[in-house]
Nanobody
Framework: QVRLVESGGGLVQAGGSLRLSCAAS????????MGWFRQAPGKEREFVAA????????YYADSVKGRFTISRDNAKKTVYLQMNSLKSEDTAVYYC???????????????????WGQGTQVTVSS
């Protein structure tokens, strides 16, 4: 059973930084795509970033490109989302996700990811 546990959310001022962590357990993730989605109040869920557990370049939504960085630590089975230059519009619940389909569509957040964490709140004050 796959389990994804996020941490690192909180309140930060605009222009500040936060790093989210996602601890993954339950299986071997070597062929998986790991990613982050977010959902703000009253808005649709939005893809943020994705990375293959094994290798390859990450993929980012245009709204976060150049400000957010997704990375992984294979030994710790942990995925990170470093968020810099935060804006008020980044305020949302952030979800860690995982999917066994290592495809371009998965990397672009165009599929319904198989596994989701419980989410962590990020609030950016202006």
């Amino acid at each position: 059973q796959v389990r994804l546990v996020e941490s690192g959310g909180g309140l930060v001022q605009a222009g500040g930084s936060l790093r989210l962590s996602c601890a993954a357990s339950g299986r071997t993730f070597s062929n998986y795509v790991m990613g982050w989605f977010r959902q703000a109040p009253g808005k649709e869920r939005e893809f943020v970033a994705a990375i293959r557990w094994s290798s390859g370049s990450p993929y980012y939504a245009d709204s976060v490109k150049g400000r957010f960085t997704i990375s992984r630590d294979n030994a710790k089975k942990t995925v990170y989302l470093q968020m810099n230059s935060l804006k008020s519009e980044d305020t949302a619940v952030y979800y860690c996700v995982a999917d066994s389909r290592s495809t371009a569509a998965t990397m672009r957040g165009l599929v319904e990811y198989e596994y989701w964490g419980q989410g962590t709140q990020v609030t950016v004050s202006s």
